[in-house]
């Protein structure tokens, strides 16, 4: 793979649907760069079922706004809400535009219902909406001459101008170096950071690289306590969790526990199709009630005809078949794992952070969209609507002109410690958090069991700052080359760097999890059930400041 140059007029951090979409909106004349830790598609915007959007004669961008207040219990932004639910339609043209092809019956889209809408307004594309639509994304970004893609580039930090204080470029390890790379804008596109819980159906990529980026660098964070459980993963000893789409809930499929009870309704009035909140905390507590052995509820799909499931869930029948599990004939076992980041770096409505020359969109990015509690299908969408807003993007091309004349752009050698004892201490911390958080930040949190959490965290956090293998992240001289001297001394740094993300990440939701003192959408609170109206409003945190934001008005709450 050719070096990456050291300049560009907007860098992307990402190649998930909000980075490879918001590259293609950029105008024509930019030199765009799209860098990805990774190889290409592989990240959480495969893996989506679903985009929500308007799109029906019937349906209305009105009703589509008032079901995403009502999700996002009392904290959704209603301008960011009103911004993606109006866009939603002509959103969907530009992916036919491109190439994307949804479900249709007849000449017409297809839509599904899901869990929270008041209608049906659910876009597919059979089982495998995300990946049709990054294949299709990717293979346009590819065809674009002002576009450069560079795989398996880790950004390890932001670049910030000294005096201005505004962001300038970043610094990434990359073919055995790290080096400095100049932007006159810099787009966080890293998605969520599903991998600090234990049970998740995030890929192992998605670690909150930018959201740890952003806040050491001192931008404003919003909300990180609010995270969104998917109630539905096929749980089976030994295996990944398999997202079991909440379409077959709408296509009228049941939870029931061992005995056979359809309990959902005993906790809310919707049953099975209430917010993903809602049921995740109604199996959560039926599994705590009821003490099963295995310790999971079950999905009966035998209500939907064999032959709709055929046609609309083969995937979900391919992957139970493949452990041994019937469910032409059977309930399949299901539990919650983490699924969605509703907090992140904040955010306007033209994508901007709170530093200068610094934007953020997907996941990565808190819009004020998604409230407490994401609305179903809306994650995709939002990709798409607030990576347009970049399409207005002016560079100033000041920032982005000669190297600054103190300092050095030559290569510096430098020999690596034998870091390998090292190593054995972040492993630990990268196999054990992930746990840690399950049970403090899971689910169901409590301040005791937060406040150890956090002296945990800040144990971990101190250990690893002590390494010296960190002094490459937290010590690196601006525009200065550093060229490591073997392919295991950069795979470790990757790994130090990732790890030390996840902790930064996993003490954002902790400490704020422990500063609100109530219960609302992702963030459930068993000491402090209820929601309280002195809570409606946003966790802001900026460095080692935690504050509050002016309280919400004119919401819409879930009844």
Same mark, same amino acid.
């Given at each position: 793979?050719?070096?990456?140059?050291?300049?560009?007029?907007?860098?992307?951090?990402?190649?998930? %649907?909000?980075? !490879?979409? #918001? +590259?293609?909106?950029? =105008?024509?004349? $930019?030199?765009? @760069?799209?860098? *990805?830790?990774?190889? &290409?598609?592989?990240?959480?915007?495969?893996?989506?079922?679903?985009?929500?959007?308007?799109?029906?004669?019937?349906?209305?961008?009105?009703?589509?706004?008032?079901?995403?207040?009502?999700?996002?219990?009392?904290?959704?932004?209603?301008?960011?809400?009103?911004?993606?639910?109006?866009?939603?339609?002509?959103?969907?043209?530009?992916?036919?535009?491109?190439?994307?092809?949804?479900?249709?019956?007849?000449?017409?889209? %297809?839509?599904? !219902?899901? #869990? +929270?809408?008041?209608? =049906?307004?659910? $876009?597919?594309? @059979?089982?495998? *909406?995300?990946?049709? &639509?990054?294949?299709?994304?990717?293979?346009?970004?590819?065809?674009?001459?002002?576009?450069?893609?560079?795989?398996?580039?880790?950004?390890?930090?932001?670049?910030?101008?000294?005096?201005?204080?505004?962001?300038?470029?970043?610094?990434?390890?990359?073919?055995?170096?790290?080096?400095?790379?100049?932007?006159?804008?810099?787009?966080?596109?890293?998605?969520?950071?599903?991998?600090?819980?234990?049970?998740?159906?995030?890929?192992?990529?998605?670690?909150?690289?930018?959201?740890?980026?952003?806040?050491?660098?001192?931008?404003?964070?919003?909300?990180?306590?609010?995270?969104?459980?998917?109630?539905?993963?096929?749980?089976?000893?030994?295996?990944?969790?398999?997202?079991?789409?909440?379409?077959?809930?709408?296509?009228?499929?049941?939870?029931?526990?061992?005995?056979?009870?359809?309990?959902?309704?005993?906790?809310?009035?919707?049953?099975?199709?209430?917010?993903?909140?809602?049921?995740?905390?109604?199996?959560?507590?039926?599994?705590?009630?009821?003490?099963?052995?295995?310790?999971?509820?079950?999905?009966?799909?035998?209500?939907?005809?064999?032959?709709?499931?055929?046609?609309?869930?083969?995937?979900?029948?391919?992957?139970?078949?493949?452990?041994?599990?019937?469910?032409?004939?059977?309930?399949?076992?299901?539990?919650?794992?983490?699924?969605?980041?509703?907090?992140?770096?904040?955010?306007?409505?033209?994508?901007?952070?709170?530093?200068?020359?610094?934007?953020?969109?997907?996941?990565?990015?808190?819009?004020?969209?998604?409230?407490?509690?994401?609305?179903?299908?809306?994650?995709?969408?939002?990709?798409?609507?607030?990576?347009?807003?970049?399409?207005?993007?002016?560079?100033?091309?000041?920032?982005?002109?000669?190297?600054?004349?103190?300092?050095?752009?030559?290569?510096?050698?430098?020999?690596?410690?034998?870091?390998?004892?090292?190593?054995?201490?972040?492993?630990?911390?990268?196999?054990?958090?992930?746990?840690?958080?399950?049970?403090?930040?899971?689910?169901?949190?409590?301040?005791?069991?937060?406040?150890?959490?956090?002296?945990?965290?800040?144990?971990?956090?101190?250990?690893?700052?002590?390494?010296?293998?960190?002094?490459?992240?937290?010590?690196?001289?601006?525009?200065?080359?550093?060229?490591?001297?073997?392919?295991?001394?950069?795979?470790?740094?990757?790994?130090?760097?990732?790890?030390?993300?996840?902790?930064?990440?996993?003490?954002?939701?902790?400490?704020?999890?422990?500063?609100?003192?109530?219960?609302?959408?992702?963030?459930?609170?068993?000491?402090?059930?209820?929601?309280?109206?002195?809570?409606?409003?946003?966790?802001?945190?900026?460095?080692?400041?935690?504050?509050?934001?002016?309280?919400?008005?004119?919401?819409?709450?879930?009844?």
């Amino acid at each position: 793979m050719p070096s990456i140059p050291s300049k560009f007029d907007v860098l992307i951090i990402g190649s998930g %649907a909000a980075g !490879l979409y #918001a +590259a293609l909106c950029l =105008p024509n004349h $930019l030199q765009v @760069g799209l860098i *990805t830790k990774d190889a &290409l598609k592989t990240g959480a915007s495969s893996w989506a079922r679903g985009i929500a959007a308007a799109v029906d004669p019937a349906d209305t961008p009105l009703s589509h706004w008032e079901d995403t207040l009502k999700a996002g219990a009392g904290l959704c932004e209603p301008e960011a809400v009103k911004l993606l639910t109006d866009n939603a339609p002509a959103a969907i043209e530009s992916l036919l535009e491109m190439g994307v092809t949804f479900d249709r019956n007849g000449e017409k889209l %297809a839509q599904e !219902l899901e #869990a +929270a809408h008041s209608r =049906p307004r659910v $876009l597919h594309s @059979g089982e495998t *909406t995300g990946k049709v &639509l990054i294949d299709t994304l990717t293979s346009q970004v590819l065809e674009r001459e002002n576009i450069q893609v560079f795989s398996q580039a880790f950004t390890l930090s932001l670049w910030l101008n000294e005096v201005t204080g505004n962001c300038q470029g970043v610094s990434i390890l990359n073919q055995g170096c790290i080096r400095w790379i100049r932007s006159a804008a810099v787009v966080l596109a890293t998605g969520g950071c599903g991998q600090v819980f234990c049970h998740t159906t995030n890929p192992t990529v998605i670690t909150g690289d930018g959201i740890a980026l952003a806040w050491r660098a001192g931008a404003l964070i919003r909300d990180p306590e609010f995270f969104q459980f998917h109630p539905t993963a096929l749980t089976v000893s030994g295996i990944p969790r398999f997202l079991v789409t909440e379409i077959v809930r709408g296509e009228g499929a049941h939870l029931v526990d061992s005995q056979g009870k359809r309990f959902a309704f005993d906790y809310h009035p919707s049953g099975e199709l209430a917010p993903r909140d809602v049921v995740s905390r109604a199996i959560f507590s039926h599994l705590q009630k009821t003490k099963p052995d295995p310790y999971c509820v079950y999905l009966d799909l035998r209500p939907i005809k064999a032959e709709r499931m055929r046609e609309r869930f083969p995937s979900i029948i391919q992957a139970c078949q493949q452990w041994g599990i019937d469910l032409f004939t059977q309930p399949i076992p299901i539990a919650p794992v983490a699924h969605y980041f509703m907090g992140g770096i904040a955010t306007n409505l033209e994508s901007c952070t709170s530093i200068d020359g610094l934007y953020a969109i997907g996941e990565t990015a808190s819009t004020g969209v998604h409230g407490a509690n994401r609305l179903a299908s809306n994650s995709l969408l939002e990709c798409i609507v607030f990576a347009a807003q970049l399409s207005q993007l002016t560079v100033n091309s000041k920032i982005n002109g000669d190297d600054d004349p103190g300092y050095s752009s030559l290569p510096v050698k430098r020999e690596q410690q034998d870091w390998d004892n090292e190593m054995e201490k972040v492993n630990s911390i990268r196999e054990n958090l992930p746990k840690l958080m399950w049970e403090s930040a899971g689910i169901s949190r409590s301040q005791a069991i937060l406040e150890d959490g956090i002296s945990q965290l800040n144990i971990w956090r101190s250990q690893l700052t002590d390494l010296n293998i960190m002094g490459y992240l937290l010590k690196a001289t601006p525009n200065q080359t550093v060229q490591l001297n073997s392919d295991r001394a950069e795979q470790n740094l990757r790994l130090a760097a990732e790890t030390f993300n996840l902790t930064d990440i996993a003490y954002l939701i902790l400490k704020s999890a422990a500063w609100r003192t109530e219960s609302r959408g992702g963030h459930y609170r068993s000491d402090y059930s209820q929601t309280s109206t002195d809570w409606q409003l946003h966790t802001l945190i900026q460095g080692d400041y935690w504050g509050k934001s002016a309280k919400i008005s004119n919401y819409i709450m879930s009844g």
